[in-house]
């Protein structure tokens, strides 16, 4: 233990490593989160039914991103450890899958979205003002979708070859936009139509296509590792691409198994009310500014692992998963504290009833208490076991405590108890709990370690 704790702290090229990789992604989440923040207020100023009805069509756009995401981080396991060896080409090769893979799932989630909006909104809330204008914001931001696709994957590649300083400042001057033309279009600002939740949609296409259009001419101009060409994907064989998908696959299904439980769990507070699921959305993007640290260690954490596991140097590997584990319980602890402390003074810029404060703030004191689990959960499974190429337990571990536990307390919760909204919040954090048992027990066993690279 004290030789662990004397390498945890005294380890300098560990952590300038972990800056290097995880400050961008900082810096980037939080001002994503910040500044969704704001568009959440802004959204909130034309009342509580605007507010639940942009946050549950965003939902479908969640899971989206969720699997999205899970879809270039199973890419990213392979980019990484191919960077540990310095093969350009194969991360050609896997960037180009990869870009291709995340315009299909797009296209696929755009053209849901357009044929059948209403029926996305009922699953949530049926109440006709809700689905009006739910249907409204989610037809129009749909066409977002395959601009953020693109963005995203070369984003998330960049993270993977150390490079995410340009994504950081992309991400920054597309958010800006968002947020200004949100004022603008919402309201009805410097002689533009007052358009209410339309108008939020439309800030988010254009913000969307400005990202997408300063990634790719930065990624092709520099000639970027990831600048992925028609004839990298030709060079795919199927050998390769089985490869890919053995890997991928599970951690498409564990970002779609946690996505879709996200969903339901939204389908359970919208049963609550409106308010229940205002109070809902007006929590997550406040927790979601307590959260940006974790996502980008667990970032750093996939790349430092995977690099080293791809190198072949599984010992300091599985040494830096240990450091990794101690330090996201740290950050869990003092995070903690800190959303305990300011989330009635951050509430305080949320212009709803008393009753929508009140269970925020009782969510957020809910959260505060479990946020060392939950940060200790994300960055084990994010970072760490993805980085060590053990994507197939993760899954395994995700959908079983998600669906096993999590979802059926949500609905018991609402539905069967009747209880209020952050008492349901708090009968599903017990998932959170046993994951951190389980994954507790698989990090101490090593044999999450798998060079999935090897012989490629």
């Known amino acids: 233990m004290k030789r662990?704790?004397?390498?945890?702290?005294?380890?300098?090229?560990?952590?300038?490593n972990l800056l290097k990789i995880a400050l961008p992604i900082i810096i980037q989440n939080f001002i994503a989160s910040s500044l969704n923040m704001i568009d959440t207020v802004i959204v909130g100023k034309l009342g509580e039914t605007e507010l639940a009805s942009v946050g549950i069509a965003n939902q479908f756009m969640v899971l989206f991103?969720?699997?999205?995401?899970?879809?270039?981080?199973?890419?990213?396991?392979?980019?990484?450890?191919?960077?540990?060896?310095r093969d350009v080409k194969n991360i050609k090769k896997v960037a180009?899958?990869?870009?291709?893979?995340?315009?299909?799932?797009?296209?696929?989630?755009?053209?849901?979205?357009?044929?059948?909006?209403?029926s996305i909104i009922s699953i949530f809330n049926t109440d006709p003002e809700v689905l009006n204008l739910g249907s409204q914001f989610l037809r129009i931001a749909c066409l977002s979708y395959i601009f953020s696709a693109i963005t995203f994957s070369f984003s998330m590649g960049s993270r993977y070859i150390?490079?995410?300083?340009?994504?950081?400042?992309?991400?920054?001057?597309?958010?800006?936009?968002?947020?200004?033309?949100?004022?603008?279009?919402?309201?009805?600002?410097?002689?533009?139509?007052?358009?209410?939740?339309?108008?939020?949609?439309?800030?988010?296409?254009?913000?969307?296509?400005?990202?997408m259009i300063i990634m790719v001419t930065y990624v092709y101009k520099t000639n970027n590792e990831l600048a992925a060409r028609i004839s990298d994907l030709k060079k795919v064989t199927k050998d390769f691409a089985l490869r890919m998908l053995k890997t991928t696959i599970p951690v498409v299904l564990n970002e779609a198994c946690w996505g879709l439980g996200v969903v339901v769990y939204s389908i359970a507070y919208g049963r609550i009310g409106t308010?229940?699921?205002?109070?809902?959305?007006?929590?997550?993007?406040?927790?979601?500014?307590?959260?940006?640290?974790?996502f980008g260690?667990?970032?750093?954490?996939?790349?430092?692992?995977?690099?080293?596991?791809?190198?072949?140097?599984?010992?300091?590997?599985?040494?830096?998963?240990?450091?990794?584990?101690?330090?996201?319980?740290?950050?869990?602890?003092?995070?903690?504290?800190?959303?305990a402390l300011s989330a009635p003074g951050i509430l305080s810029f949320f212009k709803v009833s008393e009753n929508v404060v009140h269970d925020s703030l009782m969510i957020l004191y809910i959260n505060s208490a479990i946020l060392v689990i939950k940060m200790f959960?994300?960055?084990?499974?994010?970072?760490?076991?993805?980085?060590?190429?053990?994507?197939?337990?993760?899954?395994?571990?995700?959908?079983?405590?998600?669906?096993?536990?999590?979802v059926p307390l949500s609905f018991i919760g609402a539905l069967v108890l009747k209880w209020p909204v952050?008492?349901?919040?708090?009968?599903?954090?017990?998932?959170?709990?046993?994951?951190?048992?389980?994954?507790?027990?698989?990090?101490?066993?090593?044999?999450?370690?798998?060079?999935?690279?090897?012989n490629m």
Do not use: H
């Open 65 to 85: 991103n969720i699997i999205a995401f899970g879809m270039f981080s199973g890419s990213g396991i392979f980019i990484s450890q191919f960077w540990g060896k």
């Open 4 to 16: 662990l704790f004397g390498g945890l702290f005294n380890d300098s090229s560990f952590y300038r």
């Open 275 to 294: 308010q229940a699921m205002a109070s809902v959305q007006i929590s997550n993007t406040i927790q979601n500014l307590f959260m940006v640290l974790t």
């Open 377 to 406: 959960n994300i960055i084990l499974v994010v970072g760490i076991l993805r980085g060590g190429g053990d994507t197939k337990f993760s899954f395994i571990a995700e959908a079983c405590t998600m669906w096993g536990i999590g």
């Open 162 to 211: 150390e490079k995410a300083f340009t994504p950081m400042i992309v991400s920054a001057i597309a958010l800006l936009c968002n947020t200004f033309l949100n004022y603008v279009l919402v309201f009805g600002k410097f002689g533009a139509p007052a358009l209410g939740v339309r108008g939020s949609a439309i800030a988010t296409v254009i913000a969307r296509i400005i990202e």
């Open 96 to 118: 180009a899958v990869s870009l291709t893979s995340g315009v299909i799932l797009a296209i696929i989630f755009t053209t849901i979205a357009l044929s059948i909006p209403r």
């Open 297 to 339: 260690v667990a970032s750093s954490a996939t790349v430092m692992i995977g690099k080293k596991i791809g190198a072949g140097d599984e010992e300091t590997g599985k040494i830096y998963a240990k450091k990794f584990s101690i330090i996201a319980s740290i950050i869990g602890v003092v995070l903690g504290g800190i959303l």
């Open 422 to 454: 952050y008492l349901v919040f708090a009968l599903i954090a017990v998932e959170e709990v046993v994951k951190c048992i389980i994954g507790i027990t698989r990090l101490v066993s090593n044999r999450w370690v798998r060079n999935v690279i090897k």
